[in-house]
Nanobody
Framework: VQLQASGGGLVQAGGSLRLSCAVS????????VGWFRQAPGKEHEFAAVIDRTGSTYYAGSVKGRFTISRDNAKNTVYLQMNSLKPEDTAVYYC????????????????WGQGTQVTVSS
């Protein structure tokens, strides 16, 4: 199983980025995929998840600014991030879970390597 996160970078506050998570080695359409983030010295923080039906759930800190979506034909999940704030700065990870959606890092079965997002003020 492999998850490849990409799309991170440096952006000014108020700007946008779109992250991608390419998944291989599993039956993608049956998995929930979540995005988590980790700032220096902090634990992994849940951001968003999309389940196999396309149902989504967001952390309060990103709701209304981030949008998660999936393309089952491309085995890819996206995280569109708008109105970015300096506090969104972190390494962003995608993770896959064979089952219901979850906001808990350790309940996932596979994790990607992360992509750095830096938002300058």
């Amino acid at each position: 199983v492999q998850l490849q996160a990409s799309g991170g970078g440096l952006v000014q506050a108020g700007g946008s980025l779109r992250l991608s998570c390419a998944v291989s080695g599993l039956t993608f359409s049956t998995y929930a995929v979540g995005w988590f983030r980790q700032a220096p010295g902090k634990e992994h923080e849940f951001a968003a998840v999309i389940d196999r039906t396309g149902s989504t759930y967001y952390a309060g800190s990103v709701k209304g600014r981030f949008t998660i979506s999936r393309d089952n034909a491309k085995n890819t999940v996206y995280l569109q991030m708008n109105s970015l704030k300096p506090e969104d700065t972190a390494v962003y990870y995608c993770a896959a879970r064979n089952g219901f959606r979850s906001s808990t890092w350790h309940e996932y079965n596979a994790w990607g390597q992360g992509t750095q997002v830096t938002v300058s003020s």
